[in-house]
DNA sequence: ACCTCAATGAGAACGGGTATCATTATCGTC
DNA sequence: GACGATAATGATACCCGTTCTCATTGAGGT
């Protein structure tokens, strides 16, 4: 499943400019391997640990081109800092809830939740094409200590 | 009720620090008068423009006094930079719809959608302290053009 | 192999937000 | 009302995430 989003990627962006770099691979095979939000120093990080010299502005280039495909979705956790995850293939999306103390951030999903934004949205004479929701709080371990 | 606000906040602050200063004042006035959030920018300007010579700085430092104090809530609307609006002393709050066209952010509450994410922050061992919520999408006037 | 041009990487530039610090002004005291 | 202690203020330097610039590289077609 993880490769299968990295795969369908890589060939959309293919087939969409008809050229392939080595930045814009690694970034994605980078994200492909997370299961949540990423930062792009994250990303920039990682890539160059694994021994690629890859550039931070390759890294947000590559980001851009993914989130104006729709393949990857832009979180911004109100921290000064822009993060990113892969855009599930089926349509499923989660939401973020984030510990004020330790930063931890996990991801939830909620139907009930999803369908009031779908109601609110449509009450409103808004075409939406996308909704963010977190949550800020203790979280269970920093609440025990 | 604006000058309720205010004025609540004016006597708390003073209440609180036991000093109280202009740019605090003039900051506290312009947000009273505002009914959806505002950046710091816009802040500044604002009072700049009616005449008192404020400091970035101090805005800065008079929202973190209101936000601790939680009489200002921040919101971030994934732009790059934060918005500040005053909080309602009744409990109310709105959450916002954003144009991705013209920009334009305006209000909206739902009930529905505040008892799903009540659920949410139960289920999962979280003291939640906040939650923000907004949808992006096309407002009914860009859709029109 | 060669040519064209998108993609890349290094570093400069930009901008919101924060930290620093000398100056100002508020409040309690006399 | 003047005075002293000290919080608040404003100008500016600074930090850091992000974007821009531009010379270089490398992918793909011929």
Chains 1, 2 share one sequence.
Not at 123 to 134: I, L, Q, S, T
Request: glycine share 12%.
């Amino acid at each position: 499943m993880t490769e299968t989003w990295t795969d369908h990627v890589l060939a959309r962006m293919r087939s969409e400019t008809g050229r392939s770099g080595n930045a814009r691979r690694r970034v994605v095979e980078f994200l492909g391997r997370q299961d949540c939000c990423v930062s792009a120093q994250e990303i920039h990080d990682g890539v160059r640990g694994a021994g690629s010299r890859i550039g931070v502005a390759s890294v947000y280039r590559a980001l851009e081109g993914l989130d104006e495909l729709g393949l990857v979705q832009r979180v911004d956790l109100g921290d000064g800092t822009s993060r990113f995850e892969r855009i599930d293939p089926r349509g499923d999306h989660h939401h973020h809830l984030v510990c004020d103390d330790c930063g931890k951030v996990e991801p939830f999903e909620d139907l009930a939740l999803e369908e009031a934004l779908e109601r609110v949205a449509g009450g409103r004479g808004y075409e939406v094409a996308a909704h963010d929701v977190f949550l800020r709080g203790a979280c269970g371990d920093c609440r025990a200590a």
